[in-house]
Antibody, heavy 120, light 108 residues
Framework: QVQLQESGPRLVQPSQTLSLTCTVSGVSINSGAFYWTWIRQPPGKGLEWTGHIWRSGTTSYNPSLTSRISISIDRSKNQFSLDLSSVTAADTAIYYC????????????WGQGTLVTVSS | EIVMTQSPATLSASPGERATLSCRASQSVNSNLAWYQQKPGQAPRLLIYSASTRAIGVPARFSGTGSGTEFTLTISSLQSEDFALYYCQQFNHWPPLTFGGGTKVEIK
């Protein structure tokens, strides 16, 4: 049974970089064919896919964030990470990590989510 | 980008009633659509994928229909635990993967 857990700073200053890590347990991040994904949800609003990474390191990003987002993978720690640069208050959200099957990206495993607030 | 539109925004119903939630895509997504349930303070939970296939552990009172641009999630007899937010998501044309704005099912 796969489990995902987000971690990282809860408060980020405007114009700085938001960095989060998702630790995967119960399965190797190298095994199978999965998209390791970040999804966010501003407080009281809907869900937004930000991007994902495959075990090969290949990434796909939301075009609205392409200039600011980077997702990376650390196979030795069974983790994947999100970096979002030049953040503003609009980036305040609950950030979820999730897993989807390669080629059919709906999400059957989710982390509990972590609220990140952008504020000075 | 494919825009997903859900209606109604809020559905008020009583326990035991049938609930019908709609999701419309701005262009055809074939059957590449999923439905999620989200309760306050929790991550979304996958209910339905490929428009009509229930995920593991999802009760049979949840059913999904549709293809192309029009989709429906039906809850045949609302239970107390079903009052929640529901989102649809297309995975036919991406990036980006896109979600609908959600339907809140509340107790009447």
């Amino acid at each position: 049974q796969v489990q995902l857990q987000e971690s990282g700073p809860r408060l980020v200053q405007p114009s700085q970089t938001l960095s989060l890590t998702c630790t995967v347990s119960g399965v190797s991040i190298n095994s199978g064919a999965f998209y390791w994904t970040w999804i966010r949800q501003p407080p009281g609003k809907g869900l937004e896919w930000t991007g994902h990474i495959w075990r090969s390191g290949t990434t796909s990003y939301n075009p609205s964030l392409t200039s600011r987002i980077s997702i990376s993978i650390d196979r030795s720690k069974n983790q994947f990470s999100l970096d979002l640069s030049s953040v503003t208050a609009a980036d305040t959200a609950i950030y979820y990590c999730a897993r989807a099957i390669f080629g059919i990206p709906y999400f059957n495993s989710w982390g509990q989510g972590t609220l990140v607030t952008v504020s000075s | 980008e494919i825009v997903m539109t859900q209606s109604p925004a809020t559905l008020s119903a009583s326990p035991g009633e049938r609930a019908t939630l709609s999701c419309r895509a701005s262009q055809s997504v074939n059957s590449n659509l999923a439905w999620y349930q989200q309760k306050p303070g929790q991550a979304p939970r996958l209910l339905i994928y490929s428009a009509s296939t229930r995920a593991i552990g999802v009760p049979a009172r949840f059913s999904g229909t549709g293809s192309g641009t029009e989709f429906t999630l039906t809850i045949s007899s609302l239970q107390s635990e079903d009052f929640a937010l529901y989102y649809c998501q297309q995975f036919n044309h991406w990036p980006p993967l896109t979600f609908g704005g959600g339907t809140k099912v509340e107790i009447k």
